[in-house]
């Protein structure tokens, strides 16, 4: 796809953080060869950033494995040894706050990070992560934030009606930690039925002794990719050795008709078939020849494009200007809809916006943008 | 002076991860961590594995050829050391052994006395830039100032 092109950096790996990449997930000389590439194109004194930081303990997992032999690995060693204390020490952290929900009996699905450095990793080195995700089920979410609060967490905002409609999670801290207390999956995914899906693809994992869930290949699959697949100031590239450890280890296990119709049901086909066709193109992700066909014959919709422009673009530009941001918020509304009626759109819409510039009521829409207009205006 | 026969990780509290011939070790509950090379890799493994301080010192005396009540002795201060950082207890009874008699790990092929390197708070190793802060073998350059070792 030649998407796959745009937004090098930003929406794709760099060429660099491609070649780190190769050394982290390929086998033999390509690996070795990539990673030489990679450390002669790279400022090894400059600032690599989180996102590449983040990829080198993988990389020297590989590495060491291959036998390399490089005096940069020592220094690699020295990242995965801290990737390693952090990770252990956050899970410590953890424990008692999951056991606390447990025995509440709040059903806790641990999300991202988690459940692949214990599942599918192994490793407390190889998933680098600085917050820890999981969901609770809807009816549960009231009962788990109290407890967090009477435990000392504090929310970033409080929960609301238009959170739970609009939002995905609620933002948890104490000190240093922070938790993402899912109550949908994706920022995308609002709808019960979308819980629903997610929640009816889940399988049991144990958490330090805690019985948990963490989602099945097929949810976990889908999750990943439409995580990853987004415009970011930093590149997100952890989704890609986070989808080849589910397809590498339980590609034979994916429900691919399952996930395909999600994805139609949910307008995201489009950014899947953009994944997906990536690792297929970059890491020999070999897909059934029907999902090959369904993604490539995929026509998105309006409302589906209208929403790709948000996620997949650089929008920064639109915020300078008070019109086009709103455009960007129409943007994004069209990505949480789950009607193409006009009229209900824009019905809808006028509630996101509410909910967007924190107004008591849609009363308040038209004042605000009479006031907005005057002040750019310079009327008194 | 721990005259105790067997030991076990003090686990939950006690992680660690054999990284390249080191472990490295985290004492969860006190936010320290170690680092134990060579011998000191070897006789960690053995503890993993649920081996008594007797096999212990007869397998050194047999790698090594040398005199075992020197090496009683060497293995005696290294595990009163660990004693100290809360990373084993003492148990009245063998544990049950572990399918992996800590035979994975290649013993060194010079004898020295196993060591525990201390690093007395992990937040420091945390605040330190991970690759730009680190020397050539891989160790924080802040291990100037270590806690000696043993």
């Known amino acids: ?380 | 002076m721990s005259t105790a026969q067997y030991f076990r990780l003090n686990q939950p509290f006690v992680v660690s991860e054999l990284i390249d011939s080191e472990v490295v070790i985290m004492n969860l509950k006190s936010g320290n961590y170690y680092s134990a090379r060579k011998t000191g890799a070897l006789v960690w493994a053995w503890l993993e594995s649920g081996l008594p301080v007797a096999a212990m010192t007869s397998r050194l005396a047999a790698i090594y050829a040398g005199d075992e009540a020197a090496y009683a002795s060497d293995l005696t201060a290294f595990l009163d050391r660990l004693l100290d950082e809360g990373l084993i207890q003492p148990l009245a009874v063998a544990a049950v052994a572990s399918a992996d008699p800590g035979d994975s790990l290649p013993p060194p092929s010079a004898y020295q006395p196993p060591l525990l390197e201390v690093y007395a708070d992990m937040q420091d190793l945390l605040l330190l830039d991970p690759i730009h802060d680190t020397d050539d073998v891989g160790w924080p350059v802040a291990k100037a100032n270590p806690v000696p070792a043993i």
């Open chain 1, 1 to 380: 796809m030649k998407e796959h092109a745009y937004h090098p950096g930003k929406l794709w790996p760099s060429l660099a953080q491609e070649q780190l990449l190769k050394a982290a997930l390929c086998d033999g000389e390509e690996a070795l060869q990539a990673f030489r590439t990679w450390r002669q194109g790279v400022d090894l004194e400059g600032e690599l950033g989180y996102p590449v930081l983040r990829l080198l303990p993988l990389a020297y997992h590989n590495l060491q494995r291959l036998g390399l032999r490089d005096p940069l690995i020592g220094r690699l060693k020295g990242v995965y040894r801290r990737f390693w204390c952090e990770n252990q020490a956050l899970f410590f952290a953890m424990h008692p706050v999951m056991q606390h929900l447990r025995e509440a009996g709040v059903d806790l699905l641990m999300l991202k990070g988690a459940p692949l450095v214990l599942s599918y990793y192994r490793n407390h080195a190889l998933r680098p992560m600085s917050d820890f995700d999981f969901a609770v089920r809807m009816e549960h979410l009231p009962r788990a934030v109290e407890l967090l609060k009477e435990s000392g967490w504090t929310l970033r905002k409080e929960l609301s009606a238009d959170g739970l409609q609009f939002f995905h999670a609620a933002l948890c801290m104490h000190g240093s930690l922070q938790v993402d207390v899912h109550y949908h999956f994706l920022r995308e995914c609002v709808t019960p039925t979308a819980d629903q899906w997610f929640w009816s693809d889940v399988e049991a994992v144990d958490f330090q002794g805690l019985q948990a869930w963490q989602l099945g290949p097929t949810a976990l699959l889908f999750h990943t990719v439409m995580h990853g697949v987004r415009w970011n100031e930093e590149p997100p590239i952890r989704w890609i050795p986070d989808a080849l450890m589910v397809l590498r280890q339980r590609g034979g296990e994916v429900d691919w008709d399952r996930l395909l119709a999600f994805a139609d049901s949910q307008r995201l086909t489009y950014r899947l078939a953009l994944g997906l066709t990536y690792l297929a193109e970059n890491f020999a992700v070999e897909l059934p020849e029907s999902v090959h066909t369904h993604l490539q014959q995929y026509r998105p919709g309006v409302l589906e494009r209208i929403a790709n422009r948000a996620v997949l673009g650089d929008v920064r530009r639109c915020y300078a200007h008070p019109l086009t941001k709103q455009g960007v918020l129409f943007a994004e509304y069209c990505g949480l809809v789950d009607s193409a009626n006009p009229f209900r759109l824009l019905w809808g819409f006028s509630h996101y916006l509410r909910y967007c510039w924190e107004l008591r009521g849609r009363l308040e829409i038209f004042p605000t943008i009479f006031n907005g207009l005057r002040q750019r205006l310079g009327w008194r």
